[in-house]
């Protein structure tokens, strides 16, 4: 009977160590070897037929009290770690709930991010189109005062040559920006806004009626109509096209392009020259 009491103690034992604490199963086994002690010394004391003497009891005694001091400490050392390991749950508690309110505000800033990346992605597309029509419209400029430059009476087109040497003769492939090619083309419309309200008179060399080139003095209305007059009193007409200025002798405007030309140096007074003019 004593053997199968032990036995199933032992499969008790077995199957609660699965799942205690390991202090919890130190203060079990503790019991349990007490237990075996006082069953084993009344066992011997039964086999012997006689009552246990005062040498046993006083060791039984001894183990008993071995076994409680077991106990307490087991107890103690089980419910200090219980405070610490619930200290450390409230803890990891602490920074879960702080991760988690992390977390929001970076999905907040993350959607913030996308929404203001939309807006900036939406105005960059506005400006790459308003930039592709810029580049149109100037194109189209550039392309206008390049047809105009051999209308340009010479003067003014030797004045605006830097300026046009920077209109690039391939769009694609020119390295300015829009901004200096709008720049550039203002320049030129600038320069011919204000030659287009001026008289101006200049020296050049003009093919006169017999044929033989001869310096002469030439005097610009504007864009539009030119007069020129030699030393020797051969005067023409000259008139802008789009393959350039066309030169036309007329001996019959000679003495009034010569009084122009005096008014103009302040020889003469003010007054009306009547001037032959063609609108085109």
């Known amino acids: 009977m004593f053997n199968h009491q032990q036995s199933i103690k032992s499969t008790t034992v077995a199957r609660r160590q699965r799942w205690l604490p390991r202090s919890f199963c130190g203060f079990v086994l503790a019991v349990l070897v007490c237990g075996q002690t006082l069953l084993t010394a009344q066992a011997a ?20 009290i071995e076994t409680q001091q077991i106990i307490a400490k087991e107890r103690k050392d089980w419910q ?14 602490k920074e879960v709930a702080t991760l988690a309110d992390k ?4 999905s907040a800033s993350v ?3 996308g929404k203001k990346r939309g807006e900036l992605q939406a105005e960059q597309d506005q400006m790459k189109a308003a930039g592709a029509r810029l580049t149109e419209i ?14 340009i009476p010479e003067p003014i087109r030797a004045r605006l040559q830097p300026l046009y040497l920077r209109v690039p003769d391939d769009p694609a492939k020119t390295r300015a920006s829009t ?17 287009n309200n001026e008289i101006s008179v200049s020296y050049e060399v003009r093919t006169l009626a017999d044929g033989k080139p001869a ?14 007059v030699s030393a020797n009193g051969e005067a023409g007409i000259g008139r802008p096209t789009l393959e350039g200025w066309v030169w036309t002798p007329s001996r019959a405007v000679s003495s009034d392009v010569l009084m122009a030309l005096e ?17 085109q």
Not at 103 to 106: P, Q, R, V, Y
Not at 138 to 151: A, N
Not at 215 to 228: F, I, K, P, T
């Open 111 to 113: 959607a913030e991010a």
């Open 179 to 195: 901004a200096e090619r709008f720049q550039n083309v203002l320049g030129i419309l600038n320069e011919l806004n204000k030659a």
């Open 80 to 93: 200090q770690g219980k405070e610490i390991l619930l200290g450390r749950l409230e803890l990891v508690k």
């Open 215 to 228: 310096e002469v003095r030439v005097m610009y209305l504007g864009l539009a109509q030119a007069y020129y």
């Open 263 to 279: 008014i103009l140096q302040g020889k003469q007074s003010p007054a009306f020259v009547p001037l032959p003019v063609k609108i």
């Open 45 to 64: 004391a039964v086999a012997a037929d006689k009552s246990p003497s005062l040498e046993e009891t006083r060791l039984t005694m001894g183990k008993w």
């Open 138 to 151: 100037i194109c189209g400029l550039e392309s206008e005062v390049r047809k105009m430059s051999k209308s």
């Open 103 to 106: 977390i929001k505000l970076a």
